[in-house]
Nanobody, 120 residues
Framework: QVQLVESGGGLVQPGGSLRLSCAAS????????MTWYRQAPGKERELVAS????????NYADSVKGRFTISRDNAKNTVALQMNSLKPEDTAVYYC?????????????WGKGTLVTVSS
């Protein structure tokens, strides 16, 4: 059974930091690109950061570059998002996504999300 379980969300003041984690199981984690998305109230879901498989190539939304860092541990089947210098506009539900090709099919899995609230 495939599972992606996010943790680490919560309430933080502007300028603070949080570290989100996503624990994966039920699939070959190292073969999947991992991505953090977020969805703020009344807005569409947007890509925050992604990391490819073993090579570790990363990509970030312009709005989080220099503040957020994505990393993965293929031995522990986890992906993390370190979020620094948080702003109120970072408030959203953050989702973990896994995407990979098991030829000929594209496989994609989602976690249920963790809420991040940035407020004083």
């Amino acid at each position: 059974q495939v599972q992606l379980v996010e943790s680490g969300g919560g309430l933080v003041q502007p300028g603070g930091s949080l570290r989100l984690s996503c624990a994966a199981s039920g699939f070959t984690f190292s073969s999947y690109a991992m991505t953090w998305y977020r969805q703020a109230p009344g807005k569409e879901r947007e890509l925050v950061a992604s990391i490819l498989t073993a090579a570790g190539s990363t990509n970030y939304a312009d709005s989080v570059k220099g503040r957020f860092t994505i990393s993965r541990d293929n031995a522990k089947n986890t992906v993390a998002l370190q979020m620094n210098s948080l702003k109120p506009e970072d408030t959203a539900v953050y989702y973990c996504n896994a995407r990979g090709t098991i030829f000929p099919m594209l496989m994609e899995y989602w976690g249920k999300g963790t809420l991040v609230t940035v407020s004083s």
